[in-house]
């Protein structure tokens, strides 16, 4: 049985996707959710920009406001979830996560936004699949 799935959220099309998916199958109201953004100002440091504490904390609301309203979304569709903000490379991040939580499934979308545009998930679906331990499901955004 799947009790606990960590969700990857960047707030992409993508990732929502993976979330409306995620709402049709039998686990969305039986499972913990995790939904889970990763910052990762490592990546920025590495091109020398220096993050002033204002924009590190502007980027950390944003994320926090993010992730309430996409919670609230699956908790009115029936959804038990809860919001985590993760620090690092956020594949990394995500299969430690899923580790300590001890979590069932990972569920992410197959694109994330860019690196610099959105400096939350990125493209990690490929690392997931490669070095998880347990189950993920790679969501494709379907095209109308």
């Known amino acids: 049985m799947i009790n606990k799935i960590i969700i990857g959220y960047d707030g992409s099309d993508h990732a929502k996707a993976a979330v409306e998916f995620l709402k049709s199958l039998e686990e969305f109201t039986k499972a913990e959710l995790y939904v889970v953004t990763v910052i990762d100002f490592a990546q920025l ?49 995500i299969l430690d996560y899923a580790q300590k939580i001890n979590a069932d499934m990972i569920v992410v979308g197959s694109r994330g936004l860019s690196t610099f545009k959105g400096l939350l998930l990125g493209s990690v679906s490929a690392k997931l699949v490669r070095e998880s331990k347990i189950p993920v499901l790679v969501v494709k955004k379907q095209q109308k």
């Open 45 to 93: 440091y590495s091109y020398g920009v220096d993050i002033p504490q204002s924009v590190y904390e502007s980027i950390k609301k944003h994320n926090e406001d993010m992730l309430k309203d996409i919670v609230n979304h699956i908790k009115e569709a029936g959804g038990k979830a809860i919001g985590v903000i993760l620090e690092g490379s956020p594949a990394d991040a």
